[in-house]
């Protein structure tokens, strides 16, 4: 899955010269956290909703003397302007990775200097949602544990094949030495399922077990 | 005084205490004085009294012994002869009874009076009691002495104009038999005149084909006249008191003759024009027929049953949990549990398409025919098997909330429990799973806000899994609110229901949904209901409650992984008819959802019916 594809395309983005009030004020109007600061399309830094609070609190810092003076801030001071990108090409992976690690919530997405989307969390989020097809009515989840020993993989999916169960989404994790198979089907009858694998010889684990 | 009524008529069906031998026995003794009891003979060929049509005679008195067996196996010595005598016998309005004596015969008790006016005798009447054996109950509960106890009103004949006089006294009798624990109360009277007051009291043909000839008949009324009445609104006419109370909206001309009969043509001897709506038109005109009207007596509410043998003939492939057994075995159940006696049973009809298209796409209607008829064996997903009749028995269940809501509106009975198949709150609006095809609740509800009005509808749903298409078809509507408690959709079909969904749009805040951890049991289970159910049925103030009512739950239904027992849908059962009575006049339609083990189906859905009867101890099952 490439960034390209999962990116919000319609960027807000701010001018250099734009005062920090407004960014505040767009960062509230769309509840949004991160906002691109962009010179003729092409990408300087990036504003987040912390860098804003950070100045604010600075500025009633200086006040604190009693006067009633404010000073119109622009974007251009509080901006970071070493900004890490993405590119359209790069991979969810890659993007999931850099925010995991350097506890970011969005990364720009750029062509060359060109903004063309943004990366956020959100987005890696409902990417998470729609692969394990969590939402949506008419599936149910159940675990299975598996040696790890892809015969016994292919084993259940033959296994399902058999009882007619559709499955709508499928994980692999490791577990305990072991995988555990996070599957997705699409049935009510749940029960006659996990009876079914069960007697079959696979450990479905009982449902306070589960592993959520 | 020995007709005690310690219990109030909600608090169901606990009976006085009897009374000894020797008060019954002092009782017999004082008529016996008075010269009112007698012995009585079914003899048809010797016949008292000159020209009536009682087909008993008069005779010696039996022995003590018998005269206090019999009273005991039908009366249950819960009230005294003499006192069910007087009681029987009361004045009402101006009118007496005169010439009455009780009669003990060798099946049944017999009451007989003339009834009168200040010096004229304008009518008579007959009363049979009898205890009679109801072959549905089987061998066991026969020995066990469970009869019908059943009252007639065989023979009654009244002036005319002494109409308002029978239904007070019907009324009255209604109650005294009720707290005598009386099943049954039939009056059987042949309608030549005021057939329609009869009709609007609740009598029915005593002859089915009668019945559908009378609707034929109006049918081709309404033809030939070019009124502007639809198809389906025939069909869905299902008893005498429906006709009487057909299109108000809708007046046709019914001429009367000089006798006060009348007639739907014009000629010369009808000749008075007057205009009537068309049901009581319709009722005033038509030919004699044979009446009956069966009073549910024993328990505090009127609850009905639908059901349609129709609906076995959905048959989803071998080994599918949602077969035709699990409502057979209900239905055999009922049958012989002495609780089909107590309910209005009542029939679905065949919906038109366009009360269904209200909740289900016109395309996704002909790709489920389709489906059917090209004899596909799975619609939309494995879960959806379908055979031959899948089609016909989905429109059949939808048609049966339908009738159901017919039932509860007009009065028939107070509340219901739809026996239908296949389920339905898993449909969305293009969708079908989980065994569902059509959103029968959804059907029914819409019908209930198109045609009687409805504005507030209240759905709660105790199916164990969410009703996913409930909330879909209502999820923007705020005159519908719909309540889901179930298994958390983590554990449990078909993923969804979660706190968050609270509907959208305009319906924001009228979605509920409550889910439950696997081996959630009755207490926990019962805090929830109490705690977040309750209070928002008294938010909302709906004017009808409707259920979708799956037993599922059950600790021994195999398809899920709640632990509870009948007593949990008791509670709920009991709760929802408080608030039923408080905000919409008892009214529930109450539909059957899931429910996959025999047994458990079958105990829950009954202790569910005799609830919603208002019986006290609606749990037959050890664990209930």
């Not at chain 2, 608090?11 to 008060?23: A, F, I, N, Q, T």
């Not at chain 2, 009056?187 to 030549?192: E, F, P, R």
């Not at chain 2, 008893?239 to 909206?249: E, M, S, T, V």
Request: charged fraction near 30%.
């Amino acid at each position: 899955m490439y960034v390209g594809r999962r990116m919000t395309r319609k960027v807000i983005a701010m001018s250099p010269n734009d005062t920090v009030r407004d960014a505040n004020r767009v960062l509230q109007e769309n509840r949004i956290h991160h906002l691109p600061v962009v010179e003729g399309g092409e990408l300087v830094g990036i504003v987040s909703d912390t860098d804003v609070r950070k100045w604010v609190l600075k500025e009633e810092k200086i006040n604190e003397g009693g006067t009633i003076y404010r000073r119109t801030g622009l974007v251009d001071e509080i901006m970071t302007r070493d900004v890490i990108t993405m590119s359209p090409e790069d991979t969810i992976e890659d993007a999931l990775l850099i925010l995991h690690k350097k506890r970011f919530g969005a990364l720009p997405v750029v062509e060359g200097r060109t903004l063309v989307g943004i990366i956020t969390k959100a987005d890696i989020l409902a990417a998470f949602v729609d692969t394990l097809r969590i939402e949506g009515a008419g599936g149910v989840r159940i675990e299975v544990i598996l040696p790890r020993d892809i015969s016994r993989l292919l084993r259940l999916i033959r296994k399902l094949e058999e009882m007619r169960i559709e499955i709508r989404s499928l994980v692999l994790s490791p577990f305990q030495g072991e995988f555990v198979a996070f599957l997705r089907i699409g049935t009510i009858d749940v029960a006659k399922v996990k009876s079914g694998l069960r007697d079959s010889g696979f450990t479905v684990p009982a449902l306070k077990d589960f592993l959520g | 005084m020995s007709l005690r009524r310690e219990n109030l008529p909600l608090e169901g069906l606990g009976l006085p205490h009897p009374l000894s031998k020797r008060e019954i026995e002092k009782g017999f003794e004082t008529l016996i004085g008075e010269n009112r009891l007698f012995g009585a003979e079914l003899n048809p060929d010797i016949i008292k009294k000159e020209g009536e049509k009682r087909k008993f005679l008069v005779s010696r008195l039996p022995s003590r012994k018998k005269l206090l067996s019999r009273w005991e196996r039908i009366f249950r010595d819960l009230i005294s002869p003499a006192c069910l005598f007087e009681r029987a016998s009361t004045k009402i309005q101006d009118f007496e009874h005169r010439e009455n004596m009780l009669l003990v015969g060798k099946d049944r008790i017999i009451y007989d009076t003339q009834i009168a006016r200040g010096s004229d005798v304008v009518g008579e009447m007959t009363l049979f009691f009898l205890a009679e054996r109801d072959r549905n109950l089987g061998l066991l509960a026969y020995l066990r002495g469970r009869r019908n106890r059943i009252v007639y009103i065989d023979h009654i004949r009244l002036s005319q104009q002494s109409s308002g006089y029978a239904s007070s006294l019907f009324r009255y009798y209604e109650t005294l038999f009720h707290d005598l624990g009386f099943h049954q109360f039939r009056l059987s009277a042949s309608l030549s005149v005021g057939k329609y007051y009869w009709a609007k009291e609740g009598f029915d043909c005593l002859d089915r084909e009668e019945f559908r000839r009378m609707k034929e008949s109006l049918r081709d009324y309404v033809k030939e006249r070019g009124l502007p009445v639809e198809e389906i609104d025939i069909n869905r006419l299902t008893h005498a008191y429906d006709i009487a109370l057909f299109r108000k909206d809708l007046k046709v001309s019914a001429y009367c003759n000089a006798e006060g009969y009348y007639s739907l043509k014009k000629d010369e001897e009808y000749r008075e024009e007057k205009l009537f709506p068309l049901g009581k038109a319709y009722l005033l005109s038509a030919k004699p027929w044979d009446g009956y009207k069966i009073i549910y007596t024993n328990t505090p509410r009127r609850t009905g049953l639908l059901y349609s043998p129709g609906y076995l003939s959905h048959r989803p492939r071998a080994g599918h949990p949602e077969n035709h057994k699990r409502l057979g075995k209900l239905i055999e159940a009922i049958r012989k549990d002495d609780l089909q006696g107590s309910l209005v049973l009542l029939e679905p009809f065949l919906p038109d398409m366009r009360s269904l298209e209200k909740v289900h796409s016109a395309g996704y209607l002909d790709e489920f025919r389709n489906n059917v008829r090209t004899g596909k064996k799975t619609f939309a997903t494995v879960d959806c098997s379908i055979s031959e009749g899948s089609f016909d028995v989905a429109l059949l269940a939808a048609g049966g909330v339908m009738a159901g809501v017919d039932a509860v509106m007009n009065g028939r009975v107070d509340n219901i429990f739809c026996a239908v198949r296949p389920p339905g709150h898993h449909a969305g609006r293009r969708s079908a799973m989980g065994f569902c095809f059509l959103n029968n609740i959804a059907v029914g509800a819409c019908y209930a806000r198109d045609v009687y009005g409805v504005k507030k509808i209240f759905i709660l749903d105790w199916d164990v899994h969410h009703g996913n298409g409930t909330q879909e078809i209502f999820e923007e509507d705020p005159l519908t609110y719909f309540c889901s408690i179930h298994e958390h959709p983590t554990f449990s079909f078909p993923g969804t229901g979660r706190r968050m969904e609270k509907g959208k749009g305009e319906g924001y805040g009228f979605t509920l949904n409550l889910p439950v951890k696997p081996h959630t049991a009755d207490r926990e289970f019962l805090d929830l209901f109490e705690r977040e159910v309750i209070p928002e049925i008294d938010r909302f103030r709906p004017d009808l409650i409707m259920v979708s009512a799956g037993f599922d739950a059950h600790k021994d239904d195999p398809i899920a992984d709640l632990e509870l027992t009948e007593r949990s849908f008791v509670h709920m059962t009991r709760r929802i008819c408080e608030m039923a009575d408080t905000y919409c006049k008892g009214r529930i339609v109450s539909v059957l959802e899931g429910g996959y083990n025999g047994s458990s189906l079958t105990s829950s859905a009954i202790a569910h019916i005799k609830t919603l009867q208002g019986r006290s101890e609606p749990c037959t099952s050890e664990e209930g």
